[in-house]
């Protein structure tokens, strides 16, 4: 049909979809967000994965933690909120978006960054941090950067050396950027974690490589390596990207149990832009982002259990 | 010229098909560029494997009036190889991403093509004769003894089989840190601009060593990046006007006269977004994936997954007119995200006068529309209507329970067979399609 000037047509199969009390809509949101997670992991162990592709993809799970967010939770949500529904978010992230791209391209990726510290409530907003900061490390690595670089760098998945503060201890640099995401208090961090414990993790025959069956069977394997998890490994050609995603998908949070966490695996495994970030040859100068530092939290227990699921990611 | 489909006295024909016939496809024929000249003599492809192959159009013979004569293979070559970035260990596609001629100045023609990282200029030129009768060697072209030599002759010109030569000469590299998505040439005949996914630079055919960033829409801190680059053109008639796209559905045309950096747009083109039809795809689909200036320059027509749409260069706030390619895949969002075909990258042209515009659809379909009758017609590229001089039958996709008799539903589409790359001859009704490996050539029926 050829029209002058028309909008999209509002189709009658969308209705129940953009419900969002649909259980319909829920389903196909976490079907999404599910392939949205594994389509991201196989893209990055592509040698290139594509610049644009990822953008989108992120850009859409970035999009579902902002709606998620804003979802009226059971028992939270103070009335006063400044965010009444879905659909004000909605609106409101694209006229954030709209005025400031009028002016700079560089400002629109800052609003839309700040569209998603928007979220009302306390946990749904310590839940919008933990998402900006998870796709934060997406993009960390985004950068292909042998022209601001001199030096040359060894290929590492999640890493972008712009960003990169070199030093020689692998595992302290990550804290600057890591704990970002995670300031806040932790009590607030679990309550929003018991709101998304409420989701199911999603069974699909789309999805051969999350079912929780398989990931509590690597955890048996994982245990008998744990080299792997800390420090860098040499990344030379063909390096599974893959096998970094563990670092920098896990939140840290030392009340976590595997179990639990697991459950809400599809909501913390935030993609991360790792293959655009060729890095030094030296893996001492390229700190993980998100891997776990036992230094950083008490208890060795606490340690294990994120290496345990962290090992369970890898395998994955 | 006439339109898409007027009535009786204009049909699409088939004339004729490049490419093996083979079920299995190679990766590397897959086609990858399609582009007429700017005489519509000749027409170029590149594919996957980095080789270009030229066709030109031969004369109608006067034992066959009726066809428009036929597109036969000029020459081939080698454009690009596969390169290793030592740097970062990754593998440099050879795959032609672009293909753009340049006004024919002399004999020879100029095309640039590239692939993610390096432009190259390449001459193609006839050679018809050779020079006989040199002194210091023979025929053959073994040296000959001095002291063999008695006389002194002039070596004379004669004809030989035409020999078409290809050979590279300019290499423009080193500048492009991210996916080459567009290369345009501009109207001075001096410049052109190469864009990949965060940066525009301007060339000089002449210089190899240097370029000029123009845009850059780099974030300072990566994690902030939320918007690609995925096209770029350079404006047909004011050298300096150019557009480029976005991931986000949006077109910003820029004055190199108003600074050296045009990171600020002098316009900017989005159509504001139906909330109601706000899905979870919402972003994907609206990804432009091409952008084209009308050949009278006033209009530029954009591409995104559903949807063509026409601007006025003086209109910012919404296109004049959006035609909808395959509105019924809108219910199939998901399936499409999941199977990545929501990441297609489809191209898009105009006619020679601007009347009608044609793009690419699945299951081998194309679509044409006519802006002035509002007719829209639906082909297919198959090898079952490649009969020469067979008329083309519309198809139709059927969207309700019911299926008529000649009509294909959703389901049925097939979904690996995609064609994204077509153009339209800039001054006859002959359109080049490519799908997958294979190279369609229909004209319009002359009665």
Not at chain 2, 215 to 243: G, R, S, W, Y
Not at chain 2, 310 to 330: A, C, G, I, K, S
Request: proline content about 5%; aromatic content about 8%.
């Amino acid at each position: 049909m050829i029209t002058k000037g028309q909008k999209r047509k509002y189709s009658p199969e969308e209705v129940e979809a953009t419900d969002r009390s649909n259980p319909i809509w829920e389903s196909q949101r976490q079907f999404v967000f599910s392939v949205s997670l594994n389509k991201y992991q196989r893209g990055q162990e592509l040698p290139e994965p594509s610049l644009r592709r990822s953008v989108l993809i992120a850009n859409t799970l970035r999009q579902m933690s902002l709606e998620f967010c804003n979802a009226p939770a059971e028992d939270e949500v103070p009335p006063d909120s400044s965010l009444s529904g879905p659909e004000e978010v909605q609106q409101e992230s694209p006229s954030n978006k709209i005025p400031s791209a009028k002016h700079h391209p560089a400002q629109v990726v800052t609003n839309s960054s700040s569209a998603l510290t928007t979220c009302s409530g306390v946990s749904s907003l310590h839940s919008s941090h933990y998402a900006a900061a998870a796709i934060s490390s997406i993009l960390t690595a985004l950068d292909s950067n042998i022209e601001e670089s001199p030096q040359a760098v060894q290929r590492t998945p999640f890493q972008s050396l712009e960003n990169l503060s070199r030093s020689s201890e692998g595992s302290a640099t990550w804290v600057k950027q890591g704990v970002r995401g995670f300031v806040g208090n932790l009590e607030e961090w679990d309550e929003c974690r018991v709101r998304e414990n409420q989701m199911e993790v999603t069974r699909s025959a789309y999805l051969t490589d999350f079912t929780v069956e398989d990931l509590f069977q690597d955890i048996d394997t994982s245990l008998l390596d744990k080299d792997k998890l800390f420090g860098l490994r040499g990344c030379g050609v063909g390096h599974p990207a893959g096998d970094d995603l563990p670092r920098y998908l896990l939140p840290i949070s030392p009340s976590a149990s595997s179990s639990q966490y697991l459950s809400n695996q599809n909501l913390k495994c935030l993609p991360s832009f790792s293959s655009f970030g060729p890095l030094s040859s030296s893996p001492a100068s390229l700190p993980t982002i998100f891997s776990p530092s036992s230094s950083l939290f008490p208890g060795q227990n606490q340690g294990l259990d994120l290496e345990h699921l962290m090992e369970i990611l890898v395998e994955s | 010229m006439a339109g898409v489909a007027g009535g009786n006295d204009f049909q699409w024909c088939f004339s004729q098909v490049k490419g093996a016939i083979d079920e299995d496809v190679a990766e590397a024929d897959i086609i990858s560029t399609v582009e007429f000249n700017y005489s519509g003599e000749l027409l170029a492809t590149g594919d996957k494997g980095g080789r270009v192959v030229i066709f030109q159009h031969e004369q109608e013979s006067k034992s066959r009036p009726h066809l428009r004569g036929e597109y036969n293979v000029y020459s081939t070559f080698q454009s690009h190889e596969p390169e290793f970035d030592y740097l970062k260990s990754l593998e440099i596609e050879e795959k032609i991403n672009k293909i753009r001629w340049l006004p024919q100045q002399n004999a020879a023609h100029f095309l640039l093509s590239t692939n993610d990282k390096t432009i190259k200029l390449w001459k193609i030129s006839e050679r018809d004769k050779r020079a006989e009768g040199y002194n210091l060697k023979d025929e053959d072209g073994r040296l000959r003894d001095p002291f063999r030599i008695t006389s002194l002759r002039v070596p004379v010109l004669m004809p030989m089989d035409l020999m078409v030569e290809a050979s590279p000469r300019r290499i423009f590299a080193n500048a492009h840190t991210y996916h080459i998505n567009s290369i345009s040439v501009n109207s001075d005949h001096e410049t052109y601009l190469s864009a990949d996914d965060l940066r525009i630079n301007l060339w000089h055919l002449e210089i190899t060593d240097r370029s000029f960033n123009i845009v850059d829409i780099k974030p300072a801190n990566m994690e902030e990046l939320t918007e690609v680059i995925t096209a770029a053109e350079c404006h047909p008639h004011q050298c300096n006007v150019f557009v480029y796209s976005s991931s986000k559905g949006t077109i910003r045309l820029c004055d190199m006269r108003a600074a050296a950096l045009c990171d600020r747009h002098s316009k900017f083109f989005e159509e504001p977004e139906d909330p109601s039809s706000r899905s979870f795809f919402s972003e994907i689909i609206s990804s432009i994936s091409d952008v084209k200036f009308s050949h009278s320059g006033r209009y530029m027509m954009t591409r995104d997954y559903l949807s063509v749409k026409v601007w006025d260069l003086n209109m910012e706030n919404r296109p004049v007119e959006t035609y909808q390619v395959h509105e019924y895949l809108r219910s199939k969002l998901c399936s499409l995200y999941e199977n990545d075909c929501i990441f297609d990258k489809f191209e898009c042209c105009w006619n020679g006068s601007d009347s009608a515009i044609m793009t690419g659809s699945y299951n081998n379909f194309f679509r044409m529309f006519d802006r002035n009758t509002r007719r829209d017609i639906t082909l297919e590229a198959s090898r079952e209507s490649s009969k020469p001089r067979a008329t083309l039958k519309p198809r139709k996709v059927s969207t309700g329970g019911k299926r008529k008799k000649d009509e294909i539903s959703v389901d049925s589409l097939d979904f690996n067979k995609k064609i994204l790359h077509t153009a339209w001859h800039p001054k006859d009704n002959v359109i080049a399609v490519a799908a997958t490996n294979n190279l369609y050539i229909f004209q319009d029926k002359i009665n």
